[in-house]
């Protein structure tokens, strides 16, 4: 488990941003290392503002390391070194000197695995990253971004007379469009998915997905998913990750969805989204 203390998070910011301008997000030469074992070599990408871009590629390969040195999520669970530049907007969030919090309240992040508090009521835990990152709201401010996170997400129809019930209460689907709304909360510019799907059924699937084609309009979206018809369905672009025999992840080819799907450049491409490996 992890304790979000103040020394990681340094002290309160001040102000609610208004909902933010979608950002541009660029992996300059990001190289990774969990002791001694190098688990990114260089991968450069340059994920667009308002685009969806979707990461491929086999288990092992780094994906899930990439996408949270992209919020520095990994500061937080684990000890992985890191070499290279992240951009946001041009802005390099790892520079000397920015604290955690202003990569974590422009980046949000959805997990593979639903995990809303469980005991904690629907409100309460679409208001959970507020208190985390220091913003404070007036009463009023949060009932209004309760509704507007819940309604973004997807779910507030279904729950909007039950706010006081725990978020442990809802289905597999419901809890992950939750998820999403809390981290909606903080008015991310981007937002990271990490296999958002995997631990869903095909209705509460397609859900989401109809939810990160709206969402997309208004927040750059990265999600890594092993389900290429999903990949297909909802990204702008798409990068191919490869381990090959103990090497380190690299990019293998990146592009329009479209070109990545029906005329890849690599052999090795043409191979995985077809699903020879
Ligand atoms: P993917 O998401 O593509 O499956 P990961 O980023 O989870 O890949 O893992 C990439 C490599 O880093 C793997 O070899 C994995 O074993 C290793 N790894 C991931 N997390 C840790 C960690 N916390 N400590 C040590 N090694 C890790
Ligand atoms: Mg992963």
Known sequence: TVTLTEDLLGPAEPAVRPAGRPASLEADAISAWFGDHKVLDRVSLTMPAREVTALIGPSGCGKSTFLRILNRMHELIG?????????????????????????????????QKPNPFPAMSLYDNVLAGLKLNGIKATRRGRDDLVEECLTRAGLW??????LRQPGGALSGGQQQRLCIARSLAVRPRVLLMDEPCSALDPTSTRRIEETIAELSEEVTIVIVTHNMQQAARVSNTCA???????????IVE???TDAMFNSPQ????????????
């Open 266 to 277: 690599d052999p090795r491409t043409s191979d995985y989204v077809n699903g020879r490996f």
């Open 240 to 250: 191919f990750f490869l381990a090959e025999q103990g090497t380190p992840g690299v």
């Open 157 to 162: 129809k279904e729950v909007k007379d039950r």
């Open 79 to 111: 000890s992985a070194s890191l070499a290279g530049r992240v951009l946001l907007d041009g802005e390099d969030i790892y520079d000397r000197g920015r604290r955690i919090t202003h990569a974590r309240r422009q980046i949000g992040m959805v997990f």
């Open 254 to 256: 990146h592009g329009p």
